[in-house]
């Protein structure tokens, strides 16, 4: 008999919950070929350090790059040291470097692993004496240093190129500069601001269609400087549009975790590749349904990854930005932590009803890898909450 367990509901009462008792879906292992499966990957924090976390950062480094192995053993890609890791939410540049250090390092171990990692300006706050120079050397020393320990660069979006540009031009320029240095082609990123508020107009205008361009134009300019982009504006009819204006050399990286299926799975036109935090929720699922993709079977790509959307949807329901609470609880139901703390505590990000629904859901994407287990550590987190 499959566990059963009492859970709390949106509307505060409790409910008993019977687990599905379906068989866990269990990735494939070995390289993908059709597409780039890239995956935002958190980071776990240590809760035995003799820190105050809500100021400091301290890392479990065994489990978090074991969780990176875990990905790479699904034959998935890297994303290392994003927003998924807290950049600008608890985990500073200081620290992404010796992550990024080590996880590049770690990458070296495991054949075929792949990796990229991202540069941004996180130690530059916004601030009316910050310039675009100041911008320009932030980059600069970013992606110097993941160059240096032999890391491909995502070039991130800037809070304080955000806050100083006075327009489109601007943002040409930084990227310019930045472009016309870097050693090998980079993964840029537009993170919208329902992820990170500090980025509203980003491109240099709050009209999307004007950003779109400024950026497809530095894309035209640069083409052979970009391996690819990222969008995450969670608006799958602009990410399909801007892809197919990119030169046949770029890729685009679906950041859309509201609907990925369809943009992945593609059309007569093509398709997207994929950066997605969720593939740290979903890993199994993901490299399951991307194989399926390899041997040209979109039905079970589908069945595999349809019944994740739900649980997508819900994981990056607004605010959006807390969804890295559900990508820590996740892998703490499935035993790849053996906490539930965060950096900088923000494990508290999101209500017990909300998490409790995210297990319900993941249970029913056939998500928990042992369902027993993952009752028994749903059950402490209720039990903290006062949940008996």
């Known amino acids: 008999m499959p566990p059963s367990l009492t859970l709390p509901r949106a509307d505060g009462t409790l409910a008993r919950y019977p687990l599905t008792g379906q068989a866990p879906i269990i990735g494939a292992p070995g390289p993908i070929a059709s597409r780039i ?93 910050v310039t675009i120079a100041d911008v320009e050397a932030a980059y600069e020393e970013s992606c110097g240093f993941i160059e240096s320990v032999g890391g491909r660069i995502i070039l991130m979006a800037s809070r304080a190129l955000a806050a100083c540009a006075k327009g489109p031009d601007d943002y040409v320029k930084v990227y310019g500069r930045i472009l016309g240095q870097v050693e090998q082609p980079v993964i840029l990123h537009w993170l919208g601001d329902m992820f990170d508020p500090a980025l509203a107009g980003y491109w240099g205008s709050h009209d999307l269609d004007r950003a779109t361009e400024t950026l497809l134009a530095i894309v035209s300019d640069y083409a052979a400087k970009i391996d690819g982009v990222k969008i995450s504006l969670l608006d799958q009819k602009r990410e399909i549009a801007m892809r197919r204006r990119f030169p046949a050399s770029v890729r685009m990286y679906t950041g859309d975790d509201f609907d990925y299926p369809t943009t992945v799975g593609g059309d007569a036109h093509g398709y997207s590749d994929a950066l997605l935090g969720i593939f740290d929720v979903i890993a199994p699922a993901a490299s399951a349904a991307l194989h399926a993709l390899d041997r040209d079977d979109h039905a079970e790509f589908s069945r595999v990854l349809g019944p994740t959307l739900a649980l997508s949807r819900h994981v990056f329901g607004a605010p959006t930005r ?43 994407a056939a998500l928990l890898r042992d369902p027993d287990h993952a009752a028994e550590r749903m059950r402490r987190v209720l039990a903290v909450a006062g949940v008996a």
């Open 37 to 129: 499966g890239m995956t935002a990957v958190h980071v776990v924090a240590d809760p035995l350090a003799r820190v105050n976390p809500t100021l400091d950062v301290a890392l479990d480094w065994d489990a978090t790059l074991a969780f990176r192995r875990h990905v790479w053993s699904l034959g998935l890609a890297v994303a290392e040291a994003m927003d998924t890791s807290q950049r600008g939410m608890g985990f500073p540049w200081s620290s992404a470097k010796e992550l990024i250090k080590r996880s590049v390092a770690e990458a070296r171990t495991v054949p075929g692993a792949v990796i990229a990692s991202g540069a941004g300006t996180d130690d530059l706050q916004p601030g009316p004496r």
């Open 322 to 364: 807390f969804y890295k609470t559900g990508v820590v609880f996740a892998a703490y139901l499935n035993g790849h932590q053996s906490h539930f703390r965060m950096v900088g505590g923000l494990e508290s990000a999101r209500s017990i009803p909300h998490l409790a629904e995210q297990f319900v859901l993941m249970d029913k």
